[in-house]
């Protein structure tokens, strides 16, 4: 086992939200990237328009909520749910609220 802590991890994303990559592991089949995400409060991701990722987007919501729209979904994602977004699924999500919202986010590529 390989224990991880948030405060040795650079942060990315900012001023939209504070990234932190925990693990990354590649193979033949595909890979994973898994990452504990802040959106801040007032921030959209992207900006304007979509996000679509060559991967499968799974997300659990730690604390706060967000405004998402992903295929046909357009609602709040709030703490305790979770959330599959398929390969190449357009999406977007904005915090609404005055308090930051955190989420483990993992990307999962398939294999061939």
């Known amino acids: ?15 939209l939200y504070e990234m932190q990559t925990l693990a990354t592991l590649a193979g033949p089949t595909g890979g994973v990237s898994m990452s504990y995400i802040t959106l801040l409060p007032g921030r959209r991701v992207p900006t304007e328009g979509f996000s679509c990722h060559d991967a499968d987007e799974y997300s659990f919501f730690i604390s706060g ?3 998402t729209e992903a295929g046909d979904f357009k609602d ?3 703490a305790g749910d979770g959330t599959l977004i398929p390969l ?3 999406h977007w999500c904005e915090n609404r609220t005055d308090e930051p ?3 483990v986010c993992a990307l ?5």
Not at 5 to 12: A, D, Y
């Open 1 to 15: 086992m390989k224990k991880i802590e948030l405060s040795g991890i650079p942060k990315t994303g900012l001023p």
């Open 65 to 67: 909520s967000v405004y």
């Open 76 to 78: 709040e994602c709030k």
């Open 88 to 90: 190449g699924e357009k």
């Open 101 to 103: 919202c955190t989420i």
């Open 108 to 112: 999962v590529k398939r294999g061939e």
